[in-house]
């Protein structure tokens, strides 16, 4: 046999199994996925019980959740992402269509903020939704003249558009999301190749408009102040921080056990959701909570590798996104449940309860799988 036709096979069996995918990204979102539904459980287990008289009532949402988001994730990865690239305009419009639906009367007031649509009994976050579309618009703009990035001005409409869909989730109001959609765009645009010099330029004034966000709602400021020192207002602002703190001192190197949590009992508000984490480190300690990150951290590196053997640009940055979305949102979830940033009511990623986050992020990793395999149906 030639060296030609021996260099023909050697290539032949590298594109067939790249073509097959990266199943390993798949194993880990279903098993981060099964945690999640664990822990929602064992976090709402109490409340569910004396509030509906059934301690698997937001478990069971939490499930029907993840059963759509697996079908979602099989959809996606069966869906060729390259035909999403024709579609970056109108996935913009959509999201903007979305979050601005939740000033209707369609809109959802809940603890004082309206970031939900409501639609008989189901209700949906938009912001969830805006920020795969945003990533599929920027990837898409992009794609199709990537010296755009190279050119200030040519960046502008992603500048305006990340921009259009932060004033539109900060008005809900939102902080913890518009804060997550401004690291996104900045982290779409520097992956893209944008020049130094125009980073930093429109890097200053996102960072100056912080400090003028804080300042424009009370809520705030007293967010603020309980993060700086919580025991100040122990039994107000600071209360829910204390709480997550007590549940991580008490969960020591290995935990007080499954299901043995004391803090779920009502101490700790949204146990299940945002501050689910607590529960988590309260439950199997800091080996645990080690083994949890660990996993995160290797979605993140399997979607950074994907996106680095990606054929085609667009599939470069649509892989950079989604990676970039889960990974930013699960670093500021564990910042604030430590108490090392101000609390912002921000779900960890296939682990709280909520099931617009659930099933768009499942659908996100069905794209990045389907960007592993190059796109084949």
């Not at 287990?45 to 937001?58: D, G, I, M, R, V």
Request: with cysteine; glycine share 10%.
């Amino acid at each position: 046999m030639s060296d030609t036709v021996i260099r023909q096979r050697i290539a032949q069996i590298k594109n067939k199994n790249e073509r097959r995918g990266d199943y390993l990204l798949l194993f880990l979102v279903i098993a981060l996925s099964i945690v999640g539904l664990i822990f929602v459980y064992s976090a709402s287990k109490y409340s569910a019980e004396t509030t509906f008289n059934n301690s698997f009532y937001f478990a069971g949402k939490h499930l029907v959740g993840l059963l759509i988001g697996f079908c979602a994730l099989i959809f996606g990865a069966n869906f060729n992402y390259k035909r999403l690239q024709k579609t970056g305009v109108v996935a913009l419009i959509v999201a903007i269509i979305l979050l601005l639906t939740v000033f209707t009367p369609l809109g959802y007031e809940n603890y004082g903020a309206t970031r939900w649509i409501k639609l008989g009994g189901i209700t949906v976050q938009p912001s969830e939704i805006a920020k795969i579309c945003f990533v599929i618009f920027v990837a898409s703009y992009f794609a199709k003249d990537p010296t755009r990035a190279k050119s200030f001005l040519k960046t502008l409409p992603v500048i305006g558009a990340g921009g259009i869909i932060c004033v539109c989730i900060i008005l809900e109001p939102n902080m913890s999301i518009t804060v997550c959609f401004g690291l996104l765009m900045l982290a779409l645009l520097f992956a893209s190749g944008m020049k130094i010099s125009h980073f930093i330029l429109i890097l200053t004034p996102i960072a100056l408009c912080v400090p003028l966000l804080i300042i424009a709602e009370p809520y705030r400021l007293n967010r603020l102040s309980a993060f700086l020192n919580p025991w100040a207002s122990p039994k107000g602002e600071g209360y829910q921080l204390l709480q997550s703190l007590y549940a991580l001192g008490s969960g020591g190197w290995f935990g007080v056990g499954l299901f043995n949590s004391r803090q779920k009992f009502r101490f700790l508000p949204f146990s299940e959701s945002d501050f689910i984490l607590a529960v988590i480190g309260e439950e199997v300690g800091f080996i645990g909570l080690a083994l949890l990150f660990a996993l995160i951290f290797f979605i993140v590196v399997r979607g950074i590798k994907i996106a680095l053997k990606s054929k085609d640009y667009f599939g470069f940055l649509l892989a950079i996104g989604i990676s970039c979305i889960f990974g930013i949102q699960s670093v500021i979830n564990a910042l604030v449940v430590t108490g090392s940033i101000p609390p912002t009511g921000l779900p960890l990623p296939l682990v709280s309860a909520g099931n617009t986050s659930l099933i768009v992020f499942l659908f996100s990793f069905g794209i990045l799988f389907n960007v592993s395999k190059g796109g084949k149906n």
